[in-house]
């Protein structure tokens, strides 16, 4: 939210909470635009005449099963309904927009809580088929480390630089990374060829780094 009110005349206030709760600590028409990506409400699909009858009586609807929101999370069982939006809408300053993301199959019933709650709908983002573009994507790389690249580039061969440490009968355990600095008495260790050490000047300088 832009605080022009603050002690330094100008700024940014970030508020950490539940976002319904801060809504509420926050005055009527003091909010520029709203950018939002709230939860799809990709669960059990709801009888859709209970939840509009709900809405419509304005009260809230209150899924009766979590099942398939985003790792079984009940706060992902369902879209907001209207008594969220219309809070948004009160803190929203005249003519303010609000730029909300939703999923392909709740995306109806998002707009429709949007409208009840008293916004306009005025566009939506879409693809050349004028369908809505929600795109997904399955096994993305991961981040590059640089300094194993670079290594790599040069044809130098890392030497291992981790431990990990074997129980012994009572579960005991050295240090994770450095048995010699742990307790000697006990347990075992090997080498963790997961963990290398840069071998050229170039990839210890970029050592820690990753590239996506």
């Known amino acids: 939210m832009n605080e ?3 002690t330094s005349g100008k700024g940014w206030r970030l508020f950490c909470g539940d976002a319904l709760t801060e809504l509420r600590g926050l005055p009527d028409a003091s909010v520029d635009a709203c950018v939002v990506d ?3 409400g990709l669960g059990e699909p709801p009888p859709i005449a209970d939840v509009l009858r709900a809405w419509l009586d304005g009260a809230p609807y209150v899924p009766k099963s979590a099942r398939g929101g985003f790792m079984g999370a009940s706060w992902d069982a369902f879209v907001p309904g209207p008594e969220a939006w219309r809070e948004v809408y009160r803190v929203m ?3 303010a927009h609000i730029c909300c993301f939703a999923g392909t ?3 109806d019933l998002m707009g429709i809580a949007l409208r009840l709650a008293g ?3 005025r566009d939506t983002i879409a693809d050349f088929s004028g369908r809505l573009c929600w795109m997904y994507g399955q096994g993305f790389p991961k981040s ?3 300094s194993i690249a670079l290594d790599k580039a040069a044809g130098a061969e ?3 630089a981790g431990y990990y440490s074997r129980p012994d009968g009572q579960g ?3 240090d994770e990374w450095n048995p010699k600095e742990g307790t000697a008495t006990y347990g075992d260790y090997g080498i963790d060829r997961r963990k290398t050490a840069p071998a050229t000047d170039l990839a210890r300088q970029w050592d820690g780094w990753g590239l996506l």
């Open 105 to 107: 199959r709740t995306a």
């Open 144 to 146: 590059t480390n640089v």
């Open 93 to 95: 300053k005249p003519g």
């Open 172 to 174: 005991r355990r050295y």
């Open 158 to 160: 890392r030497e291992p």
């Open 119 to 121: 916004f306009e709908v």
């Open 4 to 6: 022009g009110n603050t």
């Open 38 to 40: 709230p939860p799809y």
